[in-house]
């Protein structure tokens, strides 16, 4: 059975700083190797996709864990959806602060056996309840976010460098998953929801078609449920490419939306699409050579 693991590390202009960039490519391809090993080891797609999706985290480069963007008002709010597609079990966990690994967080949802999605405060105690690792606020705000953040305050200016991770794989038992994390869109209302965390748009995993997931204008991924259409798409016949293809062009023509997608289908065929500037990305098939790209 072929294996395969696919990870972004968020589309968007990145035209603002060329350098981050040129960082958050090792960051991706390091996340895909390590999906890999995983997967090369017999190890299932879900803890494939939440290891490379901590890697992403801990990348103060993109926009997830360390170097989420701080909201209108300096403080920082993840979301984050993790699904798996043997049984569509998933976990997500929305405006959650002091948490280094949002999808770990997500990861314990999901295994919790009455509920599928936590946010705020209750999210928080859930994590204090079980013992989860906390950090500080200043662990995740990197000086450049707090210095953007000071010299735009007074601004309504968003556009961002990147937006969002996430990962997508297959294990040798055909099982597929999806893992997305983000800090969200800068200069956000505090209590404001991407599509990251909810179902089907910032992410969806189903072993009867695909696994998807998306980054972008949250506002507008969420009203086309961008990550599920490409999984329907998938199930009418269309390649993971030509699925993630059509979504993003729906996603254009729909919502005047901007975004990226990323896909595995159930033979472990890969998609990778956006209409931005650049959204990094790095795949990796069976135990070839990854493969990466911007
Ligand atoms: N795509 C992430 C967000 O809009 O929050």
Avoid at 201 to 230: C, F, P, Q
Wanted: proline share 4%; hydrophobic share 45%; glycine share 12%.
């Amino acid at each position: 059975m072929t294996t395969a693991i696919v990870v972004h590390g968020g589309a968007g202009a990145w035209g603002e700083v060329p350098e981050r960039l040129t960082r958050a490519m090792p960051a991706c391809i390091a996340a895909a190797q390590a999906g890999q090993a995983i997967l090369l080891a017999g190890g299932s797609a879900l803890d494939a996709v939440e290891t490379a999706v901590n890697i992403l985290e801990n990348e103060p480069v993109l926009d997830a864990g360390r170097g989420s963007y701080p909201n209108a008002n300096g403080e920082i709010e993840m979301d984050a959806l993790i699904m798996d597609g043997s049984d569509l079990n998933l976990g997500a966990v929305a405006a959650v602060t002091r948490v280094q690994n949002p999808i770990s967080l997500a990861r314990k949802v999901l295994e919790h056996p009455n509920h599928n999605f936590l946010v705020g405060a209750g999210a928080e105690a859930f994590a204090d309840q079980i013992g989860f690792p906390r950090c500080e606020v200043a662990d995740l705000l990197t000086d450049e976010n707090l210095l953007h953040y000071h010299n735009h305050k007074n601004t309504t200016a968003n556009e961002a460098h990147g937006d969002t991770v996430g990962a997508v794989a297959i294990d040798s038992n055909g099982n597929i998953a999806t893992a997305t994390s983000t800090g969200g869109t800068r200069h956000k209302l505090p209590g404001r929801v991407g599509d990251s965390p909810l179902v089907g748009s910032g992410g969806y995993a189903d072993n009867w078609t695909a696994a998807v997931s998306a980054t972008g204008h949250g506002e507008a991924l969420m009203k086309i449920i961008i990550s599920k259409r490409v999984c329907d798409l998938v199930g009418d016949g269309l390649s993971a490419q030509a699925a993630c293809d059509a979504a993003i062009q729906m996603l254009a023509e729909r919502v005047q939306g901007t975004g990226g997608l990323i896909a595995v289908d159930a033979r472990g065929q890969v998609g990778v699409a956006r209409n931005t500037n650049a959204m990094p990305y790095a795949y990796a098939i069976d135990d070839k050579p990854i493969v990466s790209g911007k």
